[in-house]
Structures are given as C-alpha cells and as structure tokens.
C-alpha cells in the first residue's frame, strides 16, 4: 500500500476515531445528567412520602430510603468507544482503499506510458465506477489512444521518408557505378545523376512543406483570391503536362460575377495543382479532365474528375495520407505527398476536401472551401 | 553466357541495373513485380534471381516462398540497408544471400559471381570426389545431391555448399569465416547471422542422429561441426 493510502487511512481514521470518542463522551455526559435528575426526582417523592406519612403512619415506623446504589458509572464509556474505534478503522481501511485504488492504478498507468508502453489502459480496472477518478482514468485511456495513434503516423511516417529517399540513391549508385563502368558514356550518367539529386532535393522540399503545414507553423496570409483567376493560372501549368500525355483538360469559367474567396493565393495555387496533376498524373493518355466549380450557401466547391481507374473504395480515404499509394496503381512517377498537401492546406483554409469514384470510371475530388 | 532475372519494381532502376550487369557479360531479363517474376521462372530456366524485397503487390518475401516451391535457383535478396528482420526471413526461407539497398552495383555483381562460381564448380576437381559418405548423410559432389538415409534431401545452393565443407571436414570444427568465405565467397561482416541462419535450416532439413542430437553442432564461439559418426 502506498504512501496515499496511509493518509487517507489515518485522516479518515482520526476523524472517526475524534467523533466516535466525542459523540460517546457526550452521550455519557448526558446520561449523566439524566441519572441525578431521576436520582432527584426520586429523593423529592421519597421525602412528599415522609411527610403524608408522618401524618398518617406510625412514628416508629421509619421509612427507609434506599440509599442511592453509587454504582460507579465510568466517566469515559470504553466499551462501546472500543466497538466505535474498530468499526471505524475497519471503515478507514475500506475509504482508504476505495479512494487510493484507482490513483494508483492511474500512477501505474502514467509510469509505464513514461516508460513508452502506451498499451497500458485504466478503465477496465475501474470497473462500473462513477465518478471523477473514473472519468480522469477514461480521459488517460483517449489520451493514450491517441498518443498511440500519433506516434504510430509519425514512425510509419519516417519508415516511409527512409525508403522514399533510398530510392533515388540507389539509382544514384548504380548511375555512379555505370559512369564507372563505361567511361564513354560519362555524359548520361551525369544527367541521370543530376535528374535523381534533383528528384532527391523536390522530394526534401515536398516534405519540409508538408511538415510545416502539419505542424501549423505556416501563417496564413489571407487576401482577396479570384477564383477563376486562379483557376486559370493552375490550368496554364497542367495544360503543358497534359499534352505530353494528350490529355485534354475542360474548364469553362463561371460567367456569372467572378467568384472569390479569402486566403493565401500561393497555398491555394499549389493544394489545386497538386490536385490537378494528381489528375493528370493517373490518366490514361488521350483522356479527359475536368474541373467544375459552383457556389451554393457561402461555399465554393471545385471539382477534379478523370477517367483514370479510380481507387478501391476502401483506399479512398487514405489517399490523403502521405506517401499512399492506392493498390490497383501501377508505379507512377511522383512522391505521393502532392494529395497530403493539398488536404493540409485546404483544411488550413478551413475547408475540405474529399474523394470518390464516378460511376463510369475515374475519381473525382472535391474540393470545398468557405466563401468569406 | 549465363542468364540473370531481375525483380524489382522501380522501372528506372531496373533499366541501368540490367545495363550494368549486362555490361559483365551476363543476360538479364527482367520483371516489374513478384508475380511476372515467379511465372517468367516456371517459363524459362535462369541461373540466379536478384529479388527486390520491397515491392508493391506480391513483396520480395512472398515471392521467394513462390519461387521456392517449384525451383532451387539461386536468389541474391536486394534489402533495405539495417533491415535485418527480412535478411533473416529471407535467408530462412531459402534466399542465398543478400545485398543492401542501396549499394555499389560493383557489390552486387561480385555476389552474382560468387554464387554462380560455387554453383558451377570444376567438373574435374568434382570427378575426384566421388561421393561423401558420414552416417546416415549422403552427398554426391558432382551432381550437388544429399541424401539421408536413402532419402534426397532438397538444399539451396548456399545450404549445399555449406553441408559440402562441414562434410569434407566431418569431424572438425569448421569456423564461421571459413563457411563464409568458402560458403557464401565473401568474409564475414560483423553481426552477420547469415551463416547460423543457413546451418539453421540445413539443420531442419536433415534427420536427427540416433541418439536424438542434430549431426551439424554448434561451437561455441569456434564456428561449426559434422559429427562424424
């Protein structure tokens, strides 16, 4: 038993033991009281007797008072104190008990987390406790999760990282060995080289971006964003990859007055890009693309559909996660950050974004942003 | 000339891989993921496998076990560099060797080489050896066949090679260096289990001796030993 219990115990004890040991010292006092009251009584009616009788009965008859049986009545009642004191250590113990129990079931529970054991759970052991110390154990056992759960992301995370980056180097190595090789071809070994330390530096940028944004570092600079604008210069971009693959990329903007939005023009630029060329990026060559927007109620949504092979329905809400990559997927270029971006800098704008399948093939995301 | 099959997903890395090795006179042949591989083995007869364990679909491991089932080609494992849990699985489950990822291809056709030199040993240094014979264990050097008690035993190439030198040496205390740098054609590294793990599973392969011990003993520290009776 801990040092808590101890205290609990002889607090609870102490202060049973006080009232006990009080309570029985007034009771005795007062039954006290009570006797010499009777024992009064008693003597005056005894002596209203003597009178009447002096009056009526013989003189030599004398009346004897009985004298007054000092039976010694103790000033301290031990017997029942004794009874009260057991019973009260005994209900001490089970206070004690009852109330250091789970704070040292939760003093368990903190140490082993301390100890990087996040598997340890507290409220089962509280049973069908109600109250405070319970709540306080199932409030460790969500924090716990969760911790778990973080952790968890952040070392898939890293494995990931380690694997993306090793990638690249290999092809780094085998570049060099090839330049090793065959010295007459030193030229497209250096390009090779170049290409794959220049992959190597997008993908430490990429995910340094990520970072930032996950951990919320990124200040947000609001300002005035047209959306067609926008929209437009995204396109631009996407349409030169698009053609290498012919693919056609449809967007007819909104005629009606220009739709715009608060928020950081650069993030919003590259969240749909990234999206856009997702798009492009999945497609079969000599297929369509196609962008949509609309406002309805004070959002904007936009909207990104191919008609590529779509994802498995399970997958789709784990394309947003970084470095995911859905199964009916064949080996794409790219780092698989560009999604997880997005998500991060949409719901840095405080909107949302989202992913399903069309009926007739394709994914198409969805982009939702508030209008004020 | 003799034929290698390569399996790894990554498109680009393959390509210069297959140059490389194509450049030290071997034919490469490559596959893009486990199951083209595995069935491009059941096709076609190739003299070493190089394996990326990392891959989307059927992984390195799973195709191994796929590969195991109907072929004993020789397979050199492409790991992820300090990943030592699928080293060992890997070489448990019938691998050859492995080369991390990433490394020198210089490396990994030097392991190619040592391989094929033990797999294709001089006929006539073989000629001379007729046959092995300690106990119940049977081995015939030319043909790389084991027996025990009448009854074949299927090794690995690298298993082989291994039973082979703690055979020629029945008796004696081989020691880890020797088996590797004989065994596998290369020195041991520090922290190599490579060696226990394949004596580990020759050791399943092969029957117990009458009295209830293992033919192959462990010494501590010193390395291995066939026990000669």
Request: hydrophobic share 35%.
């Given at each position: 038993m801990g040092r808590l219990y101890w205290k609990f115990f002889i607090f609870f004890f102490l202060a049973q033991l006080t009232s006990v040991i009080g309570v029985g010292i007034a009771f005795s006092i007062q039954r006290e009281r009570d006797d010499l009251q009777r024992e009064r009584v008693m003597?005056?009616?005894a002596t209203g007797n003597l009178t009447q009788g002096n009056l009526t009965l013989d003189k030599s008859q004398t009346l004897e008072v009985p004298p007054r049986q000092h039976k010694p009545r103790p000033w301290f009642p031990l017997i029942p104190i004794l009874v009260g004191a057991l019973a009260s250590f005994i209900f001490a113990a089970l206070l004690a008990w009852y109330f250091s129990k789970p704070i040292k079931r939760l003093h368990q529970a903190f140490a082993s987390a301390a100890n990087g054991n996040l598997d340890a759970r507290v409220g089962v052991s509280m049973g069908s406790r109600r109250d405070e110390l319970a709540d306080l154990g199932s409030a460790f056992d969500v924090m716990a999760v969760r911790l778990g759960a973080l952790l968890q992301s952040q070392t898939r995370l890293l494995h990931q990282v380690s694997h993306e980056l090793r990638s690249p180097l290999a092809r780094l190595q085998i570049a060099v060995g090839l330049a090793r090789q065959q010295p007459e071809k030193l030229e497209s070994s250096l390009a090779r080289i170049e290409r794959e330390s220049e992959r190597m530096d997008d993908l430490v940028g990429e995910l340094l971006a990520l970072s930032r944004l996950e951990s919320g570092a990124i200040k947000l600079e609001k300002e005035s964003v047209n959306l067609n604008e926008l929209l437009t210069t995204v396109l631009e971009d996407a349409r030169f990859e698009g053609d290498a693959k012919q693919i056609s990329i449809d967007y007819a903007p909104q005629t009606e007055a220009s739709i715009s939005l608060q928020g950081q023009q650069d993030l919003l630029h590259r969240a749909i890009d990234n999206v856009v060329r997702n798009a492009i990026k999945y497609s079969a060559s000599q297929s369509h693309v196609s962008i949509n927007t609309s406002a309805e109620n004070g959002y904007i949504n936009i909207t990104v559909n191919d008609q590529g092979a779509g994802v498995a329905e399970e997958e789709l809400g784990l394309i947003f996660q970084a470095f995911f990559r859905g199964s009916n997927t064949n080996q794409a270029d790219g780092h698989g950050v560009g999604l997880a971006i997005a998500k991060q800098i949409i719901e840095a704008h405080g909107g949302s974004i989202s992913a399903k399948n069309i009926a007739t093939g394709g994914l198409s995301v969805s982009i939702r942003l508030s209008n004020v | 000339m003799q034929t290698v099959l390569l399996i790894d997903d990554d498109v680009e890395l393959v390509e210069m891989l297959k140059e490389y090795i194509e450049q030290e006179n071997f034919a490469v042949q490559v596959a893009y993921d486990g199951l083209a591989g595995s069935q491009m083995l059941l096709q076609q007869a190739f003299d070493i496998?190089?394996?990326?364990?990392?891959?989307?679909?059927?992984?390195?491991?799973?195709?191994?076990?796929?590969?195991?089932?109907?072929?004993?080609?020789?397979?050199?494992?492409?790991?992820?560099?300090?990943?030592?849990?699928?080293?060992?699985?890997?070489l448990e489950l019938g691998a050859d060797d492995y080369v991390p990822k990433p490394s020198s291809p210089r490396e990994l056709v030097a392991r190619i080489r040592a391989i094929?030199?033990?797999?294709?040993?001089?006929?006539n240094i073989n000629s001379l050896v007729a046959q092995i014979t300690i106990g119940a264990l049977t081995i015939w050097p030319a043909q790389r066949l084991v027996e025990w008690?009448?009854?074949?035993v299927i090794l690995t190439s690298t298993e082989y090679s291994l039973l082979e030198i703690l055979a020629k040496n029945a008796g004696q205390v081989v020691s880890k260096q020797d088996l590797s740098q004989h065994g596998l054609g290369?020195?041991?590294?520090?922290?190599?289990?490579?060696i226990d793990v394949h004596l580990s599973s020759i050791r399943h392969k092969l029957g117990l001796l009458p009295d209830g011990?293992?033919?192959?003993?462990?010494?501590?520290?010193?390395?291995?030993?066939?026990?000669k009776s």
């Open positions: 003597q005056m009616q | 496998v190089v394996l990326d364990v990392m891959m989307p679909k059927l992984n390195g491991i799973e195709t191994l076990k796929a590969i195991r089932q109907h072929s004993n080609v020789p397979v050199i494992m492409l790991t992820a560099r300090g990943d030592n849990t699928d080293r060992i699985i890997g094929l030199r033990r797999v294709r040993p001089q006929e008690n009448n009854e074949p290369r020195q041991l590294a520090r922290f190599d289990r490579s011990r293992h033919c192959i003993q462990t010494v501590f520290r010193s390395g291995y030993q066939l026990l």
